[in-house]
């Protein structure tokens, strides 16, 4: 009987332990990832340059970031929150820009296109081959990446997240817009602003179909 | 008495004529001039490129376009939108543009400054003096320009009209950006998008003032 007792009592302290550990591993994570949590306002301005560059993991990571020396920013600014819009998607992000050579930025898009949303992207001949270009790594992941090969700019910069927010203004998605140029990003859902967006995309990415051309 | 009868007639029949060429007039302007009269959306998006190139007289001018062989459309577009939010401008116009090479979009600041309408320009020094800069024009007409001589890009491409108005987007106000590429404005006034500008403008109009560096 008294055994009984003894690995009842065991058998409770363990789950007990096990709980406890459980939770302050769901507080951690929860307080690593509160850009990732975060109520979107209905429109946001985001000015660059930031004076730091934000963590990507901190900002986008289920368990935050594990790097003890980070170098980077856990404090939020202009592109944590763009993190936050991005890896917000769940069903699809449409990217239409001029430049892409962030890394970071680039990995998002791979990271959601692997987690099943749906990413498309549309961007310009002459920026593809650029050093730094991101192209290549995103045909790499299986995003599909259509070109305007003409002699003039695909110049816009926007996304589109799950045909709701849409992310637009001067940024191309380089480091340099990052930390050096000043640069704008307005993030909306008014649906006056968004619709014409959508629509947009869709026929720039048949006017881009290879297959068309 | 008869002298005094046909007299009068004379003047009232002049008076009559004069009556109709004024009325004459009027309609022809009215007609002629409905961009700038047109009311404004709360919120409005442009595309660009535009298939044919708005005539800035006919859009603009007080009496249109006085060409009868006129090359230029003088139908509605992107470009004759932008236009008529540009001359609408009562009190103010602050541009904060990458690159001004359009001589249509700096003859219409112009035109503004010498109505009386308070004309401001941020731009950045890599586009000073690219061929077709319109940065002279501005200054040998009284236009104040501020510089952004740093090594990054001053990259914004916006104009706040009368501080109520913000016009933002891919576009600089190059003739590429009208007929060729592929490029977006949104035209606003929603306040939540609007207030955030206006102090980036003042951030940078002081930042880029050559008697504080």
């Given at each position: 009987m008294s055994t009984f007792i003894l690995r009842s009592g065991v058998l409770i302290l363990s789950f007990g332990i096990a709980s406890e550990i459980v939770y302050q591993i769901y507080k951690k994570v929860k307080s690593r990832n509160n850009g990732n949590r975060r109520k979107f306002p209905k429109t946001e301005v985001l000015f660059f340059p930031d004076e730091t560059v934000a963590c990507k993991a901190y900002f986008t990571?289920?368990?935050?970031?594990?790097?003890?020396?980070?170098?980077?920013?856990h404090e939020e600014n202009s592109l944590s929150k763009l993190f936050t819009y991005l890896i917000s998607a769940r069903i699809s992000i449409d990217v239409c820009v001029?430049?892409?050579?962030?890394s970071d930025l680039a990995d998002l898009l791979v990271k959601s296109h692997k987690k099943g949303v749906v990413v498309r992207v549309v961007t310009d001949n002459e920026q593809?081959?650029?050093?730094?270009?991101q192209i290549w790594k995103l045909r790499k992941a299986g995003i599909p990446v259509r070109i305007?090969?003409?002699?003039?700019?695909?110049?816009h910069k926007f996304a589109i997240i799950d045909q709701e927010h849409l992310i637009n203004g001067?940024?191309?998605?380089?480091q340099k817009a990052i930390t050096g140029n000043q640069e704008n990003i307005l993030i909306t859902n008014n649906e006056d602003i968004v619709l014409p967006f959508i629509s947009e995309f869709e026929k720039l990415w048949l006017k881009f179909d290879p297959n068309q051309n």
């Amino acid at each position: 009987m008294s055994t009984f007792i003894l690995r009842s009592g065991v058998l409770i302290l363990s789950f007990g332990i096990a709980s406890e550990i459980v939770y302050q591993i769901y507080k951690k994570v929860k307080s690593r990832n509160n850009g990732n949590r975060r109520k979107f306002p209905k429109t946001e301005v985001l000015f660059f340059p930031d004076e730091t560059v934000a963590c990507k993991a901190y900002f986008t990571d289920d368990y935050g970031c594990k790097n003890s020396n980070c170098r980077f920013s856990h404090e939020e600014n202009s592109l944590s929150k763009l993190f936050t819009y991005l890896i917000s998607a769940r069903i699809s992000i449409d990217v239409c820009v001029f430049v892409i050579t962030c890394s970071d930025l680039a990995d998002l898009l791979v990271k959601s296109h692997k987690k099943g949303v749906v990413v498309r992207v549309v961007t310009d001949n002459e920026q593809v081959d650029v050093p730094g270009s991101q192209i290549w790594k995103l045909r790499k992941a299986g995003i599909p990446v259509r070109i305007d090969n003409s002699s003039f700019f695909m110049h816009h910069k926007f996304a589109i997240i799950d045909q709701e927010h849409l992310i637009n203004g001067s940024f191309n998605w380089t480091q340099k817009a990052i930390t050096g140029n000043q640069e704008n990003i307005l993030i909306t859902n008014n649906e006056d602003i968004v619709l014409p967006f959508i629509s947009e995309f869709e026929k720039l990415w048949l006017k881009f179909d290879p297959n068309q051309n």
